[in-house]
């Protein structure tokens, strides 16, 4: 149980396109998710907070209009890369807070994003 | 604010060794500690868990026990395998809905 499904799994794109990443929790509701961001070697770097109908909250240091985050629902929350830059390529994963029947934290598969 | 510190890596082992990665808290309370798995090009995958002090989580001959006098988490296998190899994440959670805090991760590499 408390699977998010994410995809794609890897996309390439050229510089300046937008890339929309997807969250999806298969079976239950996700009222919170998170966004991470993950280089190499490294540890993952929490993005943004997303709560169903409202507005995401950023980190610092993360653009809000680079990184549009849309939870319009309980079962999907998106992240969409706007004018991507080869910069912005990078390992990005989600995650979604679990409540029943065991409290925790659920992670999607991640996606390679590779701008060139 | 609240942070984890896990021990430098990387860690080679050879197969059926014992394994230890230290991961130590700082936090104004008692966190839930987390300990979680991630495979190459795959996202994190929940270890085990303990919500309070002196609980010990476990999961696949993983072990980790929640330290307060000591404020860590160690994890702990007493023979580990080939299919361990994996990058290992300690994580904190300072109250109940806030959000996880983790540690710079550890790479764990298993020779046979």
């Known amino acids: 149980g408390a699977v998010v499904s994410q995809h794609p799994s890897w996309v390439i794109c050229k510089s300046g396109t937008s890339v929309k990443i997807e969250c999806r929790s298969l079976d239950f509701q996700a009222t919170t998710m998170f966004w991470y961001r993950q280089f190499p070697k490294q540890s993952l770097m929490l993005m943004a907070t997303?709560?169903?109908?409202?507005?995401?909250?950023?980190e610092q240091g993360v653009e809000k209009d680079k990184f549009l985050i849309n939870h319009a629902s309980l079962t999907l929350s998106t992240l969409t890369v706007t004018s991507a830059h080869p910069e912005d390529s990078s390992f990005y994963i989600c995650?979604?807070?679990?409540?029943?029947?065991?409290?925790?934290?659920?992670f999607g598969s991640g996606t390679r994003l590779t701008v060139v | 604010g609240d942070s984890v510190t896990q021990m430098e890596g990387p860690v080679t082992l050879s197969e059926e060794a014992f394994l230890t990665i230290n991961c130590t808290y700082t936090?104004?309370?008692?966190?839930?500690l987390f300990w979680y798995v991630q495979y190459p090009g795959e996202g994190l995958q929940l270890l085990l868990k303990a919500t309070k002090a002196d609980d010990k989580g476990s999961n696949k001959g993983f072990e980790a026990t929640y330290r307060k006098e000591t404020t860590s988490f160690h994890l702990e296998k007493g023979s580990v395998q080939v299919s361990d190899s994996a990058v290992y994440f300690c994580a904190g959670e300072e109250t109940s809905g806030s959000r996880l805090t983790f540690g710079e991760g550890t790479q764990l590499t298993v020779n046979p």
């Open positions: 995650s979604a807070r679990v409540l029943v029947p065991n409290y925790g934290y659920t």
């Open positions: 997303s709560n169903e109908g409202s507005k995401a909250t950023y």
């Open positions: 936090a104004t309370g008692y966190p839930s």
